[in-house]
């Protein structure tokens, strides 16, 4: 029972980081309609600038929240430059996501570039500390990133249904040509959009950091179950993102240290998951069917 | 319907439905340029060093996958970032009867493709409810997730080691598993990487050719159709679900074929050239070939081909990494500029060229057509 | 100086031109419609005034040159634009369609505003809280106009609303429309196949045809015109 509960608190550390991601992806989903394949390299990239900042000696909450600005910056210029011009995800799909894939590589190879190949190691944002629950060594570090998890989730969720600024998100994200016609300032709200995604992202990257080390490759993973996540979820529901990361990481985490064949395909009992939650239900457990009238 | 406020069809993105182009066997630009390219690809190996062919011959299994995928993603729309785990099958596939049953070169293809054939089609069947950006996520879980699937059966698949593909032979009288060879036949007189050469040409030529003549049938306008506006396919008698089911199946059957070859040529498959990366790259390579034309993928694999081993070992080693950087940026580019690849382009420069033409003759002869 | 001044008025799509050098003005308070076939270019001359598309021309709104400005820069100038097929945003309620549309604006007379439409539209404030897309699209229309009319504009730009309506709920929408302007003194930029509806609902009138200006006139003189009568008005 007691290691049961180690897996399960291990998992659900790890889900809040995945949720943490997810969230970026609905942001971005929500905002612009289309999928960042490339969310994960973005947050790996920012989470090397928190990492510059605190070795260059910041403490590393201000180096966090250095990270995220700097994130923000990035996020927003990447959508201007990058994904802008493209065009229209609904009419562009395909285009969309080769511009998406491209930054992938593309900030995969910067980070390499600017940070070299060394692993690096970032320190744990809620020290190394633990505490018991019910029998079991929980670490603070792990019960802290379910709480950051849950303050992140309540602010997008007011700043998205009760804002007058998330009113823009939404309906620029449902019909961003009337919005324009209403005087919705469609490009700011866009670039604010990608910007708090990418800001996300370097929290998310922060609290990854401590138990993998920091190199190029830190969030290629942690992006698919992140993806696995808001499939679950629903690509459009923050409390779906939460739900959906924080079971992906139970999943898992648990499931292949009770079921041997899954042993070293940790990612299998989640796709199984998400192929019969799109089969049965595509909008996953709390999005929304989208309205369509033929 | 007012149509003033529809913006011009046939505009160059990658699904976008391209404007109808002359048949090309009536066109002698293309078939000058057709032809071209055939002397050139016939020719090479007795240009080319062996080290080269064999550089030039590792780029074909590519090709071929890149035209599977190309099949499913640009022709019918589904989109596919998994298709490094067909590749992968398709290639393990082949290792297992070779090593097994000592099966010849193309049976062992013919094998690999039916059984790629069949896992197209067994993810074809719940692709069918699951489109677009879903499945490009389901297709990328899938490509994340084939390496941990070998590594979990690694006694059969060997892991990251993986499998050599070996053939018994005859050595200093014992029978040892040494890897498998190309030898060429005497009455050729070829070198044996030159015989490998023609070998994988003549099964990219066979795959070519059939997806051709697909894409030119009945049911290769019915595929298009489906990309281009599913309900009104079905509408118009179009089955749907068995098009989409055997594009799938036909699809994941070429990328098989390539991982066929990859093994044949590579002599030994293991995890770690099937990666995520390895989906991705075919990707690009449909991309930037051009994802609606047939020699799209082969002009995209060509252009892989030559960025993994022309242009990126003779960067300097501080630039190595950035490698990746190089192809990202320019997928951007090519997506801001032309969506449509290098076959667009093509497309547009001899569209420009035939418009030019037919300007010249409506100028020079006023009293042939033309309206009032 | 009249509201809106438009002249020399040129648009296209791509190598496509499909306006060649409209002029026709409105005044404050005024409605005006300019009536077409498919295909002439009315929908193309409302989206070339309020900034959707580019355009050549000079246009000047309350006497001041407006031309190449964004849409949201006209609507806080005063123009509302309620597009073809009403552009009603889907995936949000009834209610936040209205709150969208008075983005531009701050207070809290906001809600006093939103209240009032309901009671204008009752369908409107029986179905707050449904999503937009779900409604019928004769209610799309009414929300459509009342989204436009929360920011209080000037001058209401209307494409063809009764595109793809019953009979029946168009009149309705007309009527509605006419007592609007004639309640709040908006002027009302109106394009409209419906030759019959629009020439009741407008004073005064200009024919479009293949993206030029062949007629203009009040309504009362091109109702009594021949060719305007078979063209249009089928009798």
């Known amino acids: ?294 | 319907m007012s149509t003033a406020s529809e913006p011009i069809a046939g505009t160059s993105a990658p699904l976008a439905p391209q404007p109808p182009v002359a048949k090309a066997g009536r066109n002698w630009l293309s078939i000058g340029t057709f032809g071209v390219f055939a002397i050139i690809l016939i020719v090479l190996p007795q240009v080319l060093n062996a080290f080269w062919t064999g550089r030039v011959t590792g780029w074909i299994p590519i090709a071929i996958a890149a035209l599977g995928l190309n099949l499913l993603t640009g022709y019918n729309g589904q989109i596919s970032v998994g298709h490094g785990a067909l590749y992968g099958l398709g290639a393990y596939a082949t290792a297992l009867v070779i090593n097994e049953w000592a099966w010849s070169f193309p049976l062992a293809i013919v094998f690999s493709a039916i059984v790629c054939f069949g896992a197209g089609v067994l993810i074809g069947l719940p692709a069918l409810r699951i489109k677009g950006l879903y499945l490009a996520l389901v297709t990328l879980a899938v490509a994340t997730l084939f390496p941990q699937v070998l590594e979990q059966f690694s006694d059969t698949t060997g892991g990251s080691t993986g499998l050599g593909v070996t053939s018994p032979e005859l050595y200093r009288g014992r029978i040892r598993d040494r890897s498998i060879k190309f030898e060429a036949p005497e009455w050729t007189g070829l070198a044996s990487d030159q015989w490998r050469y023609y070998f994988f040409l003549v099964v990219a030529a066979i795959c070519f050719l059939l997806v051709r003549n697909i894409v030119n049938s009945r049911a290769g306008r019915s595929i298009i159709a489906i990309r281009d506006n599913e309900t009104a396919a079905e509408v118009s008698g179009v089955n749907v679900a068995r098009a989409k089911v055997f594009t799938f199946g036909l699809s994941s059957a070429l990328a098989g074929v390539g991982g066929s070859l990859l093994a044949l040529y590579l002599a030994r498959v293991s995890s770690g050239s099937f990666t995520l990366t390895t989906s991705l790259y075919f990707l690009v390579a449909v991309v930037i070939g051009g994802a609606q034309s047939i020699a799209g993928p082969a002009i995209g694999a060509v252009f892989i081909g030559v960025f993994n081993d022309v242009i990126t070992p003779d960067l300097p080693e501080a630039w190595k990494p950035a490698s990746p950087l190089i192809l990202g940026a320019l997928l951007i580019i090519l997506m801001l500029v032309a969506p449509g690849g290098v076959a667009g382009l093509i497309r547009q420069f001899t569209g420009r060229m035939r418009t030019r033409k037919l300007v010249n003759s409506a100028i020079n002869n006023p009293s042939s057509g033309g309206t009032t | 100086m009249a509201l809106l001044e438009v002249s020399g008025l040129t648009a296209g799509y791509g190598i496509v031109q499909v306006l060649f050098g409209l002029e026709f003005t409105v005044d404050a308070g005024e409605a005006v419609v300019i009536l077409g076939a498919n295909g002439a270019g009315k929908t193309t001359t409302l989206r070339a005034v309020s900034g959707m598309i580019s355009g050549g021309g000079a246009v000047s709104f309350d006497c001041k040159q407006v031309q190449g400005s964004r849409p949201e820069q006209l609507l806080r100038a005063g123009i509302a634009h309620v597009p073809q097929g009403r552009g009603t945003i889907t995936d949000l309620t009834v209610d936040e369609n209205l709150r969208v549309g008075a983005y531009s604006r701050s207070g809290s007379d906001v809600e006093a505003d939103i209240e009032r439409w309901y009671d204008v539209f009752p369908r409107l404030g029986e179905r707050k809280t449904q999503h937009a897309g779900s409604m019928s699209g004769g209610e799309q229309q009414m929300l459509a106009i009342a989204r436009a009319f929360m920011s209080r504009p000037r001058l209401v730009l209307l494409d063809e609303p009764s595109l793809g309506l019953a009979p029946l709920v168009t009149r309705e929408v007309f009527d509605r429309v006419a007592e609007l302007v004639r309640e709040t003194g908006t002027a009302v930029l109106l394009v409209e196949q419906n030759a019959n509806l629009a020439l009741a609902f407008a004073s005064r009138a200009y024919v479009l045809e293949a993206g030029r200006i062949v007629n203009a006139g009040t309504s009362q003189e091109l109702r009594g015109d021949e060719s305007i009568r078979k063209a249009y008005l089928g009798s």
């Open chain 1, 1 to 294: 029972m007691e290691r049961f509960l180690n897996f399960l608190f291990i998992g659900l550390g790890n889900g809040a980081i995945y949720a943490m991601l997810g969230l970026g992806l609905v942001v971005i989903y929500r905002s612009t309609g289309l999928l960042n394949f490339a969310q994960g390299e973005m947050a790996m990239f920012t989470t090397f600038i928190v990492w510059s900042l605190s070795d260059a000696g910041l403490p590393l909450w201000l180096a966090l929240i250095g990270g995220m600005a700097a994130g923000f910056v990035i996020g927003a210029v990447v959508h201007q430059v990058i994904v802008r011009p493209v065009g229209d995800p609904h009419q562009k799909p395909l285009a969309v996501v080769i511009v998406t894939i491209g930054m992938f590589l593309g900030f995969n190879a910067l980070a390499k570039l600017i940070w070299g190949n060394e692993q690096q190691s970032l320190g744990n944002l809620f020290g190394r500390g633990e505490i018991d629950i019910l029998g079991t060594a929980v670490a603070w570090q792990k019960l802290g990133a379910l709480l950051i998890l849950a303050i992140e989730a309540i602010i997008f969720w007011v700043i998205f249904q009760r804002t007058k600024i998330g009113l823009a998100m939404r309906s620029v994200a449902s019909n961003p040509e009337s919005s324009a016609l209403c005087g919705v300032p469609v490009t700011r709200i866009l670039m604010i959009g990608w910007g708090l995604a990418a800001a996300l992202g370097a929290v998310g990257g922060t609290f990854t950091a401590p138990t993998s080390a920091v190199d190029a490759n830190l969030m290629q993973l942690p992006l698919i179950f992140a993806f696995a996540a808001i499939t679950l979820g629903g690509f459009d529901s923050f409390v779906g993102a939460v739900v959906g990361g924080l079971l992906i990481g139970i999943l898992t985490d648990v499931v292949p240290r009770y079921v041997d064949i899954f042993e070293k395909m940790p990612l299998a009992p989640a796709f199984l998951l998400i192929l019969v939650v799109l089969l049965v239900r595509p909008e996953g457990i709390f999005g929304q069917k989208k309205v369509t009238r033929v």
